[in-house]
């Protein structure tokens, strides 16, 4: 009779505490799931390394993001996920749960900003974005040209080493990292497209045909008309022709280019002027997008040795210099006279 008694006595006890436990469970779930304090428009949140879980808890808790930090905390702890925290920046959305968080933060789904390097940019440029960039960890001194030693010992000047692209980067990450990202892109892709270049090409390594593309690039930005841009300089270099490319003059001048390029510019002798000197600058002049370093290794085939400006961003070539002559009046002189008309 005891006996029974006791089973019963016991398994009422059971009963009782796996009541209590799922009442308590249930009650945690939908306190982890109800929807956590964030504007509208979401919010950033940065979780330092070092960090403990109990420290988490009370910092969302004092910043008003969740009302419950013990369950909050209890909850990490019994899931395990306490020890696989990942310190970064977070992105907490409206209609996200405390739940969403520890999960987002056991994941390591930090946020990632995007550093964009435009094609056609020199050196200076990308400098320039970069030190203006926020969340960036700026570690880079760039006074002189000493820095390009932490990227490659390779090459001895920066210019065109950088591939054209949206780098994607985390808070206080380093300058060093992303031009690293984008020194191994340029890399790759070149290789890649020297191993399937056209046969027939005389360069005498990739950065030949790097410093060919950054020319390319800044000749036209029209991708069906690249290849033939970069027919007409390996044709003038295969005649050993001075390539006259106006971007080479420019980019020699530096500084001193105010927007116009006279006569006197193009007489005016600098290791870029292509009007004075022949053959290849002994860099490139821009970062040259993957379109221009296909063209550059793939250049078409034809007879034209010049080309002039149209004025609306395309080019007439020509295969004799009398027929250049006549598109330079035709595309440049009367174009300038009609400006003139117009003013006066």
Same mark, same amino acid.
């Given at each position: ?5 006791? &089973? ?5 006890? *059971?009963?009782?505490? %796996? ?19 964030? @504007?509208?428009?979401?919010? +950033? ?14 910092? +969302?808790? #004092?910043?008003?993001?969740? &009302? ?10 019994? %899931? ?36 964009? =390097? ?7 440029? +990308? ?6 960039? /926020? ?12 820095? +390009?030693?932490? =990227? ?5 000047? @920066? ?10 980067? %985390? ?8 031009? #690293?990202?984008?020194?191994? /892109? ?19 390594? @990739? ?7 950054? =020319?390319?690039?800044?000749? *036209?930005?029209?991708?069906?008309e690249q290849p033939e841009i970069a027919g007409v300089l390996v044709r003038r270099l295969n005649h050993n022709m001075r390539l006259q490319m106006d971007p080479t003059v420019i980019y020699g001048m530096g500084a001193k280019f105010n927007g116009n390029i006279t006569k006197a510019n193009l007489q005016t002798d600098t290791p870029y002027n292509t009007y004075t000197r022949r053959g290849l600058p002994p860099t490139p002049i821009a970062m040259p997008s993957r379109e221009a370093i296909y063209a550059a290794l793939h250049p078409e085939e034809g ?31 009367? %174009?300038?006279? #009609?400006?003139?008309? /117009? #003013?006066?």
């Amino acid at each position: 009779m005891r006996k029974n008694l006791y &089973k019963k006595t016991l398994l009422h006890a *059971t009963i009782t505490l %796996t009541g209590i436990a799922l009442l308590a469970i249930t009650a945690l779930m939908f306190i982890l799931t109800r929807d956590i304090n964030v @504007p509208p428009q979401g919010m +950033l949140y940065d979780y330092k390394p070092g960090m403990s879980v109990k420290s988490l808890s009370s910092d +969302l808790k #004092q910043k008003q993001i969740i &009302k419950y930090p013990r369950v909050f905390e209890i909850y990490t702890r019994i %899931t395990g996920r306490a020890t696989s925290l990942h310190a970064g920046e977070y992105r907490f959305a409206q209609g996200m749960s405390a739940r969403d968080i520890i999960r987002q933060i056991s994941a390591g789904k930090v946020v990632l900003h995007p550093f964009k =390097i435009i094609e056609g940019w020199n050196i200076h440029d +990308l400098i320039a974005k970069l030190q203006a960039t /926020e969340n960036i960890e700026h570690t880079m001194d760039f006074s002189n040209n000493d820095w +390009l030693i932490f =990227i490659t010992t390779e090459y001895t000047h @920066p210019e065109g080493l950088f591939m054209p692209d949206t780098y994607f980067y %985390t808070k206080d990450e380093s300058d060093q990292i992303i031009l #690293q990202r984008a020194f191994n /892109e340029m890399q790759k892709t070149l290789t890649k497209a020297w191993e399937n270049k056209s046969p027939e090409l005389q360069y005498a390594d @990739p950065y030949q045909a790097l410093i060919v593309a950054s =020319i390319v690039e800044k000749e *036209t930005s029209i991708l069906d008309e690249q290849p033939e841009i970069a027919g007409v300089l390996v044709r003038r270099l295969n005649h050993n022709m001075r390539l006259q490319m106006d971007p080479t003059v420019i980019y020699g001048m530096g500084a001193k280019f105010n927007g116009n390029i006279t006569k006197a510019n193009l007489q005016t002798d600098t290791p870029y002027n292509t009007y004075t000197r022949r053959g290849l600058p002994p860099t490139p002049i821009a970062m040259p997008s993957r379109e221009a370093i296909y063209a550059a290794l793939h250049p078409e085939e034809g007879t034209s040795l010049f080309f002039v400006a149209k004025g609306d961003g395309s080019h007439c070539f020509s295969d004799t210099l009398e027929e250049h002559n006549k598109a330079v009046v035709k595309y440049i002189l009367r %174009t300038k006279e #009609q400006d003139v008309d /117009e #003013q006066s």
